[in-house]
């Protein structure tokens, strides 16, 4: 699936965790739960995808595979055409691991968390500078902090620099992790959950920056949320795509207005129908699920995993898996009713008159 262009590029990917048992499960069998099943995506130049879901879904883990930091049960991560992971096994890879990791950054979902409260900025934000760049002197180091913080409004950057975390908010703590995102010079920046902790006026105000910085660096974004609206607005404004994940797979992806305007999953629809002022007034007056809650992700459900919640569930959907079905102009739904001409629709339904599964 990787291109010329991709930044990132991973093909059928998987991450499957297995619980080992402790002192009260001596006598249990080991159970496995499949986080990531199968996911292809490409990420490109100065490229934003917005990745969106419930919680337990499988986003962060996601996110944490495609930047190098989890290591997929199968399947290939690559950056600019190198495997990620032979690249930090064999001895001379075309490109080293050291430099991937450097081009490949995280903005953490808690920034108060990510900053070492025992340290000043300054001393947080130049560890990167010394591991990145050890030729330069202490004072060439400092520049390009004091540069990004004033550029992100942490002014003036010289009183910054000298303060503790808890000395600042929660909206200036995120500036700060952003900076350090930044000072690698990253292809790519994996931001999971990076707003979700802030008030909603400061949300807009910190994927402006993102995306004004984006302007300045040529950085791409994997931007996890499980907020449809905010995923929207950064996608939006990128003119980037939305890929939306359920029970460990991407069961909706393509350019932000057409999975908007045109979901063809019912999970998606469910998604914009949670979501306020998406719809406006012309919203679908009942929840497009059948069941609130997410199955057990240990023992799925067969055929299409999201069949027990769709009140559109035929019997196919019961028995059979559906693949990815993608248009030509990339937006792509793991539904059977994406294609018209689907044996789906002369297959009988398993929901009845009640809503209740037959």
């Known amino acids: ?44 130049e100065n490229d934003v995808v917005a990745l969106i879901g419930e919680s337990g879904c499988g986003k962060s883990t996601l996110g944490k595979a495609i930047i190098g930091a989890e290591r997929p049960t199968s399947g290939t991560v690559t950056f600019r055409g190198q495997d990620i992971w032979e690249a930090r ?3 001379d890879p075309e490109i080293p691991f050291s430099e991937i990791r450097r081009s490949l950054q995280i903005i953490h979902q808690d920034p108060g968390s990510a900053l070492n409260p025992n340290q000043r900025l300054l001393t947080s934000l130049m560890l990167p500078m010394k591991k990145w760049y050890p030729d330069l002197s202490r004072e060439r180091r400092k520049e390009p902090i004091l540069a990004l913080l004033e ?30 995102s930044l000072l690698s010079n990253p292809d790519l920046i994996l931001a999971d959950e990076a707003i979700s902790a802030l008030d909603v006026s400061l949300r807009v105000e910190m994927m402006d920056l993102m995306l004004e910085l984006q302007e300045l660096f040529g950085t791409s974004y994997l931007f996890i949320s499980h907020d449809l609206s905010n995923a929207r607005y950064l996608a939006e404004k990128a003119g980037g795509r939305i890929a939306v994940m359920y029970l460990g797979r991407i069961v909706e992806v393509g350019p932000i207005e057409q999975v908007i305007e045109n979901p063809q999953h019912p999970y998606t629809k469910a998604l914009k129908w949670a979501t ?60 059977y009713r994406a294609d018209e001409s689907h044996e789906y629709w002369d297959s009988q339904s398993i929901v009845d008159d009640e809503g209740e599964l037959r």
């Open 1 to 44: 699936m990787s291109s010329d262009s991709s930044v990132v590029s991973v093909d059928d990917v998987s991450v499957h965790f297995t619980n080992n048992g402790g002192l009260l499960d001596l006598f249990s069998e080991n159970e496995t739960v499949r986080a990531v099943d199968g996911i292809s995506l490409d990420i490109g």
């Open 89 to 91: 096994d064999e001895r």
């Open 276 to 335: 306020p002022n998406l719809y406006g007034d012309e919203g679908e007056e009942e929840l497009p699920v059948r069941e609130i809650d997410i199955p057990d992700p240990v023992d799925r459900p067969s055929g299409c995993h999201f069949h027990p919640r769709c009140p559109k569930a035929r019997e196919i959907c019961r028995t059979r898996d559906p693949d990815l079905i993608t248009t030509d102009d990339g937006h792509g739904a793991r539904c």
């Open 151 to 180: 550029k992100v409004g942490l002014s003036p950057a010289e009183d910054f620099v000298n303060r503790f975390p808890h000395q600042l908010s929660g909206g200036e703590q995120q500036r700060v992790v952003l900076v350090r």
